[in-house]
């Protein structure tokens, strides 16, 4: 099973926290709203964008969890090989050498061409 290191999920914390100003246009959400969804303060969150402090892990499950659950973050998350695909056998306790499930509610296009990317990842 995929176990990720303290540090590697720092790692993913940081470079999640660069998609975030987009992710929260691709909503039409302001810092404010984006944060009461989340559950982050509007300091926290401003800190977090402008990378004043690091998101926690369990920000960062709070974050995906919404964009999990919209078509278009969804989408630039896959489009954008935001998510390391080791994420997902973390979440779907699957072993390194294992594909994860990708059975995902995006576009053809957009499915096809993250499975084309990281075809010598699956």
């Not at 540090?7 to 039409?28: M, Q, T, W």
């Not at 800190?47 to 630039?76: F, G, P």
């Amino acid at each position: 099973m995929v176990v990720l290191s303290k540090s590697e999920k720092r790692v993913i914390c940081i470079e999640f926290a660069h998609h975030l100003p987009k992710i929260r246009d691709l909503l039409h959400l302001t810092q404010r709203e984006f944060g009461a969804v989340c559950g982050i303060s509007v300091d926290r969150l401003s800190r977090i964008e402008n990378e004043h402090a690091v998101m926690t892990w369990c920000q960062l499950t709070s974050i995906l969890m919404i964009c999990m659950m919209n078509l278009d973050t969804k989408e630039y998350l896959f489009a954008n090989r935001v998510l390391p695909i080791d994420l997902f056998r973390y979440f779907q306790q699957k072993d390194a050498n294992i594909p994860p499930l990708l059975n995902i509610c995006v576009s053809e296009e957009t499915a096809n061409q993250y499975i084309y990317q990281n075809k010598e990842m699956i």
